[in-house]
């Protein structure tokens, strides 16, 4: 029951781990501080749950709903396309909703991918960049994530030296998980790299709207003649707090989103309709609940810098993104990811997520999300201090690693 063709081609899931060992804490009874899982913990606006509870039980909306997403809300997205980034779009041929922009991803690497191809993921990435693909057969080669020249040498590399030539690259500006940005210059210059070598390009853009320094992160399709190439996903999860709400977006070429499309109309059949009209009413209603929730992240980026530098652990300052990207303390750094990450739990109850498991060339460094209150992040970095000054004694509520791996 372990052979199966795509399951082998998937690594262990290293969070699961460290989940493991922080349920073990939890059923012995210790008060875990959990900063690993990106899940915001703030609610949905109040004017979009509102919108939901008018719209269920209305007539026929129990149904089956559109697979690409209900014209409103196409619409709605296109809009926010034009007011946000001076893109337009038409929501008919350039626009689909999905089932969250995971969902979105997953399923554009199975409608552009043959066995065998190869796709360029930056390392460390968000997992479903690299996985989407190999799932659907692909083959994954590694560039850096930060927006430099070395990016650029290595695409260069990939495209000399890899056979067949590459099909695509993924793109995550803010990137999940190292919080590094990119400006328009770099998308002009990938943009241009990939028509040169006929190249898809896939932009992530989930964070878009999570900036702390009033630089908002632009798109891809900002650039001219972007749109020949690039499809870029988007979604709610965080601009709108509304994760669990599985609403996200693929915006960009038509071909391209025609492909998306005719895989997903074979799939499911769309979101429930209520939540597409909530999503409508938020893209399309009043927009100060962002710069509220941009107001609470860029606080608690700025109590996790202070009281962790405090507690003897500096943590790189993020400009975006919820999320902190922190070497590892150099002591502990010879552990790998995985299991530092298990030992801050066992030592310090806080929980963070292994640098690993977004790729290799994360091994050194943890990720940090901003999805506790102040309070709990300050609580957090008491708890990281008296780990760090006893070193490998034990603090208290100790789970022994071995129990629960």
């Known amino acids: 029951m372990t052979d199966f063709h795509r399951i082998r081609r998937l690594p262990p899931y290293v969070f699961e781990q460290v989940n493991r060992v922080k349920a073990a804490a939890r059923n012995a009874g210790a008060d875990i501080v959990d900063l690993g899982m990106g899940n915001p913990d703030l609610d949905a606006p109040a004017h979009v749950t509102e919108k939901l509870k008018e719209t269920i039980g209305k007539p026929h909306t129990d149904r089956y709903s559109a697979s690409k997403g209900i014209p409103g809300l196409r619409r709605a997205q296109a809009a926010y396309y034009e007011r946000r980034f001076g893109v337009k779009l038409n929501p008919d041929t350039q626009v689909v909703a ?8 997953a399923n554009m690497a199975q409608a552009i991918t043959a066995p065998g191809d190869v796709i360029l993921v930056p390392n460390p990435s968000y997992p479903i960049h690299a996985f989407g693909f190999l799932m659907a057969g692909a083959a994954i080669r590694s560039v850096p994530c930060e927006p430099g020249p070395e990016f650029f040498h290595a695409l260069e590399r990939a495209v000399a030296h890899s056979i067949p030539s590459p099909l695509a690259l993924v793109l995550c500006y803010p990137s999940n998980p190292t919080a590094c940005v990119a400006d328009l210059d770099f998308y002009r210059d990938v943009v241009a790299f990939a028509k040169k070598h006929d190249l898809i390009v896939l932009s992530d853009l989930a964070y878009s709207e999570v900036y702390f320094d009033d630089v908002p992160p632009p798109s891809v399709l900002q650039v001219p003649g972007a749109m020949d190439v690039t499809v870029e996903f988007t979604s709610m999860s965080k601009t709108f707090s509304m994760a669990g709400w599985r609403m ?83 002591k502990f750094r010879h552990l790998g990811s995985v299991e530092f990450a298990k030992l801050l739990i066992e030592k310090a109850d806080v929980a963070v997520a ?52």
């Open 98 to 105: 999905t089932l969250g922009s995971k969902e979105g991803f």
């Open 248 to 330: 996200g977006f693929a915006v960009g070429n038509e071909r391209l989103i025609a492909a998306l499309a005719r895989v997903k109309s074979y799939l499911d059949y769309g979101a429930y309709t209520p939540i597409q009209v909530a999503a409508t009413a938020a893209l399309n209603g009043p927009q100060d609940c962002i710069a509220d929730m941009r107001s609470v992240y860029k606080k608690r980026r700025d109590v996790l810098v202070d009281s962790f530098g405090k507690a003897g652990w500096d943590i790189p300052s993020p400009s975006a993104s919820m999320f902190a990207w922190v070497p590892i303390p150099e």
């Open 354 to 405: 292994p640098g690993v498991g977004f790729g290799e060339h994360g091994d050194d460094y943890v990720r940090i999300a901003l999805v506790e209150n102040e309070q709990r992040i300050r609580q957090a970095a008491r708890n990281v201090r008296r780990f760090l000054e006893t070193g490998a004694e034990t603090l208290h509520n100790v789970v022994p690693l071995a129990a629960a791996r």
